[in-house]
T-cell receptor, first 114, second 113 residues
Framework: DQQVKQNSPSLSVQEGRISILNCDYT??????FLWYKKYPAEGPTFLIS?????DKNEDGRFTVFLNKSAKHLSLHIVPSQPGDSAVYFC?????????????FGKGTLLTVNP | DAGVIQSPRHEVTEMGQEVTLRCKPI?????LFWYRQTMMRGLELLIY????????DSGMPEDRFSAKMPNASFSTLKIQPSEPRDSAVYFC???????????FGPGTRLTVT
């Protein structure tokens, strides 16, 4: 049972346009959400996160939106740059005894075309 | 800052052989995680250590898998005997505490033929 879902395996956008990556979750115990970025032959690197007490968090060109009622979050990148081309993973963490555990989606491959 | 170091980067072995993957976490980090990435299941947590003690090994798929952390600067993940379905990329990550940002190593790509 996949608790974190990224339904789009890939996304292609033009340089300078907005990239929107989506993520849905099913576990209502999740209260902290993260996005990781992964280049080929490297490990994932942390990009941005959001707590369930917020609905938006912004860091430069990256903004994450959280809609708790819909159990949906999205990552907006604007403007998109060719260097943003990578696989993006959505991850979620719950409260309580297993709060160390990140549950990951399968990732979305973003390609930004020059 | 050297980051999380994993070795080897690539491993090709035959079914039935023992495989040992190695990880050196970031100095000062007291939490260590082993993940496996496959096409079917994505990134999944195998085992979590805190202060060198295994806290959660519920993700370890079978008894063929074992992990140790003899000290704060070294961990191993061993598969014995290996099977073709173990082929995957194995990542090690470390963090400062449970809630700290997890820093991932570059991964070990394992191929079992």
């Amino acid at each position: 049972d996949q608790q974190v879902k990224q339904n789009s395996p890939s996304l292609s956008v033009q340089e300078g346009r907005i990239s929107i990556l989506n993520c849905d979750y099913t576990n209502s115990m999740f209260d902290y959400f993260l996005w990781y970025k992964k280049y080929p032959a490297e490990g994932p690197t942390f990009l941005i996160s959001i707590s369930s007490i917020k609905d938006k968090n912004e860091d430069g060109r990256f903004t994450v939106f959280l809609n708790k009622s819909a159990k949906h979050l999205s990552l907006h990148i604007v403007p998109s740059q060719p260097g943003d081309s990578a696989v993006y993973f959505c991850a979620a963490r719950g409260s309580g005894g297993s709060n160390y555990k990140l549950t990951f989606g399968k990732g979305t491959l973003l390609t930004v075309n020059p | 800052d050297a980051g999380v170091i994993q070795s080897p980067r690539h491993e090709v072995t035959e079914m039935g052989q023992e495989v040992t993957l190695r990880c050196k976490p970031i100095s000062g980090h007291n939490s260590l995680f082993w993940y496996r990435q496959t096409m079917m299941r994505g990134l999944e947590l195998l085992i979590y250590f805190n202060n060198n003690v295994p806290i959660d090994d519920s993700g370890m798929p079978e008894d063929r898998f074992s992990a140790k952390m003899p000290n704060a600067s070294f961990s191993t993940l061993k598969i014995q005997p290996s099977e073709p379905r173990d082929s995957a990329v194995y990542f090690c990550a470390s963090s400062l505490g449970d809630f700290g940002e997890q820093y991932f190593g570059p991964g070990t790509r394992l191929t079992v033929t």
